[in-house]
């Protein structure tokens, strides 16, 4: 009776271990709150993960990512997840445009365009240079061991006549600037000198000495003939000729009236005209407009040399003054005039407007004295200008002297003095 009692109770103690332990255990399947806790854990890891992960690839260039549907996790709350794109095997290059430099503008006055010879002594040396306008660096032309001087543009701007005593003898040569060839024009032994084209470009106006005076006189380029003196010429010295655009005038300079005067002699009537007449200044350099109505010279004027333009058909107008300077020319367009301008230690070459349109502008500066600038519409031919032009001149020594160098005595020796008899006899 006892044991079975003893089992029942030891039977109930351990039912009772049982049940409690089922209960613990119901207890700990069915929290519910511990399970959600768990499952926001396990939510907000991933989170962290997937926000860790897009910073990675948002700041990585090299690599490029599609987002992908949202997936569900389970809990009715989707999250969006990255996946990455392969980049290509072979990158593919890009191409950019090269740029384009842009243009520094020329100034209105300078719009004409075309090309500028002028006259400059370098290194003992007088040549024919020419530059484009607009162009950085000039080009000489010239480059024979004698001076080039009077340099003067054909119509089409294709041959440039000019001055030359590279024969021994001041003679007329023209230059082709497209050939690159030079033919003489005159063969005197006397002096020829600022030639002239006319317009249609078969004949050549120029000074020349001879019969012990300066006269004027025409030449056919295809020679033709012999040079022609020009009619109407008095004994006082006629130069510096320049044929008119219509071709029935040529201007020139004289001392005719006991004064240095711009004077013109008609083609078609042989009369001459004493276009300035001023006593108290010496004209020089006429060059006519390119129409014809305008003659511009300079001249020294109170002590400084002025540039001048004035109507070619009436004597009576007074000359207009444009500016300080010597030797000037048209543009091609009419609208300005480019001369020399002497500074202190240089020249200037500048366009200067006559019609009160632009503004005076610096073409290049040249070494000091440069003079007989020359205008035309045509551009240097660009194989002239990619040759730089001709080197510079080499002259050969006229006369070279040998002298034997001799040994000079010292400034002082030791001479022997007899008679004496000292210890020291060198010292």
């Keep these: 009776g006892q044991t079975a009692i003893n089992l029942r109770r030891g039977g109930t103690n351990a039912?009772?271990?049982?049940a409690a332990r089922?209960?613990?255990?119901?207890?700990l399947v069915e929290d519910p709150l511990r399970t959600q806790n768990r499952v926001l854990s396990l939510l907000t890891v991933l989170l962290l993960l997937s926000l860790v992960f897009a910073v990675l690839w948002a700041t990585n260039p090299a690599r490029t990512s599609v987002l992908v549907p949202a997936v569900d996790i389970g809990l009715n709350n989707p999250v969006a997840l990255f996946a990455e794109t392969p980049l290509p095997a072979t990158p593919v290059p890009v191409l950019l445009a090269t740029p384009v430099p842009t243009v520094t503008p020329l100034p209105s006055i300078l719009e004409v365009s075309g090309s500028i010879a002028y006259v400059a002594r370098e290194g003992?040396?007088?040549?024919?240079?020419?530059?484009?306008i607009g162009g950085a660096r000039p080009i000489r032309i010239t480059n024979s061991p004698q001076d080039e001087r009077d340099p003067a543009w054909s119509p089409d701007g294709r041959r440039l006549a000019y001055a030359s005593r590279q024969n021994g003898n001041w003679e007329i040569y023209i230059y082709d600037v497209i050939s690159g060839g030079t033919q003489r024009m005159t063969f005197d032994l006397s002096f020829q000198g600022r030639p002239s084209w006319s317009p249609d470009g078969d004949l050549l106006v120029y000074e020349s000495y001879q019969g012990n005076n300066l006269d004027i006189y025409i030449l056919r380029i295809d020679g033709s003939q012999p040079p022609i003196?020009?009619?109407?010429n008095a004994n006082a010295p006629d130069f510096s000729p320049a044929w008119s655009p219509d071709g029935r005038r040529i201007a020139f300079a004289?001392?005719?009236?006991?004064?240095?005067?711009i004077y013109i002699f008609s083609l078609d009537d042989q009369t001459v005209t004493n276009l300035t007449n001023t006593p108290t200044r010496h004209e020089d350099y006429p060059a006519w407009s390119p129409d014809g109505e305008f003659i511009?010279?300079?001249a020294l004027d109170e002590g400084l040399e002025k540039v001048f333009i004035k109507p070619s058909r009436d004597p009576n107008t007074a000359a207009t003054v444009v500016g300080r300077g010597r030797t000037p020319a048209w543009s091609p367009d009419g609208l300005s005039l480019v001369f020399a301008v002497d500074s202190v230690d240089s020249t200037q070459l500048i366009a200067n407007p006559v019609a009160g349109v632009g503004v005076v502008t610096s073409i290049i500066p040249v070494p000091l004295g440069a003079s007989h600038p020359v205008w035309t519409g045509a551009l240097l031919p660009v194989a002239l200008v990619n040759s730089g032009g001709l080197p510079s001149p080499v002259t050969s020594p006229l006369f070279i002297e040998q002298?034997?160098?001799?040994?000079?005595?010292?400034?002082?020796r030791l001479n022997p003095i007899t008679g004496v008899q000292v210890e020291d006899p060198l010292l």
């Design 15 to 18: 039912m009772a271990r049982r």
């Design 22 to 27: 089922a209960e613990i255990d119901v207890a």
């Design 124 to 132: 003992g040396q007088t040549d024919i240079w020419a530059i484009s």
């Design 229 to 232: 003196r020009l009619p109407g």
């Design 254 to 261: 004289s001392w005719r009236d006991g004064n240095q005067d």
């Design 296 to 298: 511009a010279y300079s």
């Design 403 to 412: 002298e034997e160098l001799r040994q000079q005595d010292p400034p002082y």
